[in-house]
């Protein structure tokens, strides 16, 4: 159970990177937004490739899949609205500007993006013994562009650079249990439930791509963004494939 803790770890420790990087390196708009679009291709692989298959097959041709996916979209645009109307509405803007009175809506945000990522992670060391690589390397390009972006945000907002690597410390950490859950809490799920936990982060990590990261791509990399879309899916598709041949 520790290791899948650990994984999470290894998966989200590219928002303090990302902290790292954005509080200590000038970066433009348009660079971090065909990085952004990688990130998002990566991600738009994960979800076309490796959920769907995995839920499907563990499903037995039953519809836990497909209610799940609807479920976890729905899930994540109502509890996005809501987070929203508490501040955070820009959390994934370039150019915004993070007053620090909004630490706790940018938290709580941050955390929504980036749990059902994190729970795969530990479902995926639960069914299979071992991380999976390739969704190991989506969730941490992903989360990259996400925190160099906010930070820059948050510098704007003047906030000092220990308080903005304590903050993505602390998200972090937090999505690293929702990894140690994924894996503790459905140990003795049947494989239907399994199934359904997969589909269900796959919808909310697709209405996440097309509401934050794909428009925040497109508005800063202009026509770039759909080429790094492309080079981030097949190179998350080619780690999945050499994966299954290991």
Not at 139 to 146: A, R, Y
Not at 159 to 187: E, Q
Not at 197 to 207: D, E, H, K, P, R
Request: with cysteine.
């Amino acid at each position: 159970m520790l290791v899948s803790f650990l994984w999470g770890l290894v998966a989200t420790s590219s928002l303090v990177i990302g902290g790292l990087i954005g509080s200590w390196l000038k970066i433009g708009n348009r660079t971090l937004g065909v990085i952004m679009a990688f990130g998002a291709g990566v991600l738009i692989s994960a979800v076309a490739y490796e959920l769907p298959t995995e839920a499907f097959r563990l499903a037995s041709n039953a519809g836990f899949p497909a209610i799940g996916f609807f479920i976890g979209a729905l899930t994540f645009f109502f509890s996005d609205i809501l987070i929203e109307k508490a501040g955070a509405k820009n959390r994934k803007s370039i150019k915004a500007e993070h007053s620090s009175d909004l630490l706790v809506p940018i938290v709580l945000a941050t955390i929504l993006d980036g749990i059902p990522e994190s729970i795969v992670i530990g479902l995926g060391i639960l069914e299979g013994g071992a991380v999976s690589l390739s969704m190991l390397i989506a969730v941490f390009i992903s989360n990259l562009p996400e925190a160099i972006a906010g930070t820059s945000g948050m510098v704007a907002g003047k906030w000092r650079v220990g308080k903005i690597i304590l903050v993505w410390l602390i998200i972090a950490i937090i999505c690293s249990v929702a990894s140690f859950a994924g894996y503790s809490l459905f140990a003795d799920a049947s494989d239907n439930w399994i199934a359904f936990i997969q589909a269900f982060a796959g919808g909310a990590i697709m209405v996440m791509l097309a509401n934050t990261m794909i428009p925040e791509a497109y508005e800063h990399g202009g026509k770039l963004a759909g080429i790094f879309t492309v080079l981030g899916f097949a190179v998350s598709m080619m780690v999945a494939l050499l994966e299954r041949e290991m």
